[in-house]
């Protein structure tokens, strides 16, 4: 799909106008566009997947090594078991890629929240929203940098402040998890709550 867009680009558009919108840029040619795009990509895709590889490597390490033997066979209670899945869950989000996770939770995590008498629907919704969160919050903040990966590292710089309340300042980064850690709690609880009035 990226090189018909540069291909139509090549034949519709010779020439794109510079920032400042008074001169014109000459088109660098399709071959020139291709060879950097492919330069672009070629670290990033490299990156993302010696990530995965990692995050697996890490859930079989994580599997093997007994830390999932730690947890509580059975729960005396599904409030106390939720309570502890939210942690994990979000925990895991920080730290690993989706697809590493995703399996790391459906070997090993899953079972016990079965177990526990949490529904699976209601489980892997929860298991979505905690990654989310994880991805959200440092020390990767995995979704931040995709996004400043998005918008560039210029427009990235603009966007910080340095006057102003903690709040303001850092809005960017604590507005998102404010919003998925109040989603959070609703999808964990709210659903326990039901289950126990019926």
């Known amino acids: 799909?990226?090189?018909?867009?540069?291909?139509?680009?090549?034949?519709?558009?010779?020439?794109?106008?510079?920032?400042?919108?008074?001169?014109?840029?000459?088109?660098?040619?399709?071959?020139n566009c291709v060879r950097s795009a492919t330069n672009q990509t070629t670290a990033e895709i490299g990156a993302l997947l010696l990530l995965i590889g990692?995050?697996?490597?890490?859930?079989?390490?994580?599997?093997?090594?007994?830390?999932?033997?730690?947890?509580p066979a059975e729960f005396t209670s599904v409030w106390a078991a939720m309570g502890l899945l939210v942690c994990v869950l979000i925990i895991m989000g920080m730290i690993m890629e989706p697809f590493?996770?995703?399996?790391?939770?459906?070997?090993?995590?899953?079972?016990?929240?079965?177990?526990?008498g949490i529904d699976p629907i209601h489980f892997w919704m929860l298991t979505l929203v905690a990654f989310e969160l994880g991805y959200?919050?440092?020390?990767?903040?995995?979704?931040?940098?995709?996004?400043?990966?998005?918008?560039?590292?210029?427009?990235?710089?603009?966007?910080?402040?340095?006057?102003?309340?903690?709040?303001?300042?850092?809005?960017?980064?604590?507005?998102?998890l404010i919003t998925m850690g109040t989603v959070l709690l609703i999808v964990a609880f709210t659903p326990l709550f039901y289950q126990m009035m019926s």
């Open 100 to 116: 590493g996770a995703v399996i790391l939770v459906s070997q090993t995590i899953a079972p016990i929240a079965y177990n526990a």
């Open 1 to 31: 799909m990226m090189l018909v867009i540069l291909i139509y680009e090549h034949i519709t558009k010779k020439d794109s106008v510079s920032e400042d919108g008074l001169t014109t840029i000459p088109h660098k040619g399709i071959e």
């Open 136 to 176: 959200l919050s440092p020390p990767v903040a995995l979704n931040h940098l995709l996004a400043r990966q998005v918008v560039g590292e210029e427009e990235a710089l603009k966007a910080v402040l340095t006057e102003g309340s903690f709040y303001q300042r850092y809005e960017k980064i604590l507005l998102p």
């Open 54 to 71: 990692c995050t697996i490597c890490l859930g079989g390490t994580i599997e093997r090594s007994g830390v999932v033997e730690l947890f």
